[in-house]
């Protein structure tokens, strides 16, 4: 089993829409979950970080956070079509572990 | 600015030949890593380092080597490069201590082995 799960996608939304990524972890030690926006060929980039069981809002971007059932997930509501970008979902052991990324579309 | 800086951002070599990447940050973090982007395979951990003269293997570390004589850089070494090293790196870097702290990362370098 993956230390970190996502489905590679790719997760296709029409404009405005809510776009909805999941991540699964193995280890129910970890602490702290990130979620990075990576567009081809580029760096990733942090987006939203919890630590906390919950929701934590941020502009457009909701991360959900479930500790008993060890996952995350990344809201994106009123996608845009600059939104479409590999996400990737890192999850914070005794070490920084990413996932494969959700490749998501976002189409006019 | 903060940011971690990254040279060359892309690299054609041959195999035998030693290269050097460089990372330098200027955020003073004390944490910084390199990890290597492949399809389907993701981000993995080559090396990392949680201070100046400490050093550690990640997942991948076989082929590479680094150093850290001074906080902010964190150069990657590859002294014998061999095509299955052909790859897209990363530098990262991040804080460390109470808290929880996201890397930030550098803009990449695109290594090809031929």
């Known amino acids: 089993q993956k230390e970190v799960e996502q489905n590679s996608g790719p997760l296709s939304v029409p404009e405005g829409a809510i776009a909805s990524l999941n991540c699964t972890y193995s280890?129910?030690?970890?602490?702290?979950f990130f979620w990075y926006r990576q567009y081809s060929g580029k760096s990733p980039e942090l987006i939203m970080s919890?630590?906390?069981?919950g929701d934590k809002e941020d502009g457009r971007f909701t991360a959900q956070l479930n500790k008993a059932s060890q996952y995350v997930s990344l809201l994106i509501r009123d996608s845009q079509p600059s939104d479409s970008a590999t996400y990737l979902c890192a999850v914070n052991t005794d070490k920084l572990i990413f996932g494969t990324g959700t490749r998501l579309q976002v189409f006019p | 600015e903060a940011q971690v800086t990254q040279n060359p951002r892309y690299l054609i070599t041959v195999t035998g030949k030693k290269l050097t990447v460089t990372c330098s940050q200027n955020m003073n973090h004390e944490y910084m890593s390199w990890y290597r982007q492949d399809p389907g395979l993701g981000l993995r951990q080559i090396y990392y380092?949680?201070?100046?003269?400490?050093?550690d293997k990640g997942d991948v570390p076989e082929g590479y080597k680094v150093s850290r004589k001074e906080k902010r850089n964190f150069p990657l070494i590859l002294e014998s490069p061999s095509p299955n090293q052909t790859s897209l790196y990363f530098c990262?870097?991040?804080?460390?201590?109470?808290?929880?702290?996201?890397?930030?990362f550098g803009s990449g370098t695109r290594l090809t082995v031929v």
């Open positions: 280890d129910r030690g970890s602490q702290s």
């Open positions: 919890i630590y906390s069981n």
């Open positions: 990262a870097s991040k804080r460390t201590g109470p808290g929880h702290y996201g890397y930030t």
């Open positions: 380092s949680m201070n100046v003269e400490v050093t």
